[in-house]
């Protein structure tokens, strides 16, 4: 991770046990690791995050998809799309970008977009544990990759004028590919010293119903709670 990211704070998401192919199956209880076809596969499955990105105030997140075991396939793809992105195909396709609706970059360095995809790196070599990490910053609305920890550049810009929300997004075409989710963290941008402080004071709480405990005008705690949903 770069230097710049290192003063992020923890962000908790996982993989949705709802929205994904009925291909993938989440194996843990923290729902952090999926596999795609653990018997065979038969066409492409997806699963996407269980939180939209660009919901509520801007902020940058920064995301790590570890494959512990190998890459091969047609199509491994990691990126963000709308709920309106299919999760499953009968073939073997680049399901994550096939329309307007994702934004992915393949394990073969191929980003896609609306049906069109671009060589934006080299290949990654198959068989060999591999760790993608995103940056999506929802102000500028940029989609930047990392390697193994070594930045591949911006991949895609103009996502904030998306108006659907954005989800984190894997898919597979090759049967027993297993995802983990690795580091993830975030980063707000600061309007005001309030937010600042805001955002200071709701890091430190273990719980929404704390807001009501603080010794704070009850106009700062109503604010505090809007600030926080």
């Not at 990211?5 to 709802?18: A, G, I, M, R, T």
């Amino acid at each position: 991770m770069r230097t710049e990211l290192q003063n992020y704070v923890p962000d908790q998401w996982c993989w949705s046990s709802k929205f994904k192919s009925d291909d993938v199956t989440v194996l843990d209880h923290k729902k952090k690791k999926a596999i795609f076809y653990p018997r065979w596969s038969d066409g492409t499955a997806a699963i996407r995050g269980d939180r939209p990105l660009n919901r509520g105030r801007p902020a940058k997140y920064y995301w790590e998809v570890h494959f512990p075991e190998r890459l091969f396939g047609t199509s491994v793809m990691i990126g963000v799309a709308t709920k309106y992105c299919r999760l499953r195909a009968d073939s073997y396709t680049n399901l994550i970008g096939e329309d307007e609706q994702g934004w992915a970059l393949s394990h073969r360095g191929m980003i896609w977009n609306s049906g069109f995809g671009k060589q934006f790196c080299k290949p990654f070599e198959e068989n060999v544990k591999t760790t993608v990490g995103l940056l999506y910053d929802s102000r500028r609305g940029t989609l930047t990759y990392y390697k193994d920890g070594v930045e591949l550049g911006v991949a895609f810009s103009g996502l904030e004028t998306v108006k659907e929300e954005l989800y984190p997004v894997v898919s597979s075409t090759a049967a027993r590919i297993v995802a983990v989710l690795g580091d993830m963290s975030k980063f707000h941008y600061y309007n005001t010293l309030l937010d600042c402080c805001c955002d200071t004071i709701l890091s430190r709480l273990n719980n929404s119903g704390d807001i009501s405990c603080l010794p704070l005008p009850q106009s700062l705690q109503q604010y505090l709670v809007r600030y926080r949903d």
